[in-house]
Nanobody
Framework: EVQLVESGGGLVQPGGSLRLSCIVS????????MSWFRQAAGQQRELVAQ????????TYAAAVKGRFTISRDNTRNTLFLQMNNLKPEGTANYYC????????????????WGQGTQVTVSS
């Protein structure tokens, strides 16, 4: 059974930085493309960043491109998201999941989600 455990969130001022982590267990982590998603209060979950299983290719949502960096350590079954120059609109609960690409989009692969980690950007 897959388990996704996110951590690293917190309260940060606009312009600040945070580094999120996601530890994955129960599956062969190195075989899956992975993504970070976020969900703000009252809004749908959206994809923030994606990384291939080998770590050699990444994509980002337009809203975070140039400020966020997704990476992974396949030896530690861990996914990371470095978030710099955070903005108030980045306030959300952040989740990780494996993804499949079809119909022109990335789709979450695992039905089970972790608890997420809350990021609040406020002065």
């Amino acid at each position: 059974e897959v388990q996704l455990v996110e951590s690293g969130g917190g309260l940060v001022q606009p312009g600040g930085s945070l580094r999120l982590s996601c530890i994955v267990s129960g599956v062969s982590f190195e075989l899956y493309g992975m993504s970070w998603f976020r969900q703000a209060a009252g809004q749908q979950r959206e994809l923030v960043a994606q990384i291939r299983s080998t770590g050699d290719s990444t994509t980002y949502a337009a809203a975070v491109k140039g400020r966020f960096t997704i990476s992974r350590d396949n030896t530690r079954n861990t996914l990371f998201l470095q978030m710099n120059n955070l903005k108030p609109e980045g306030t959300a609960n952040y989740y990780c999941n494996a993804v499949d690409f079809y119909d022109g989009n990335y789709h979450p692969r695992f039905a089970a989600w972790g608890q997420g980690t809350q990021v609040t950007v406020s002065s």
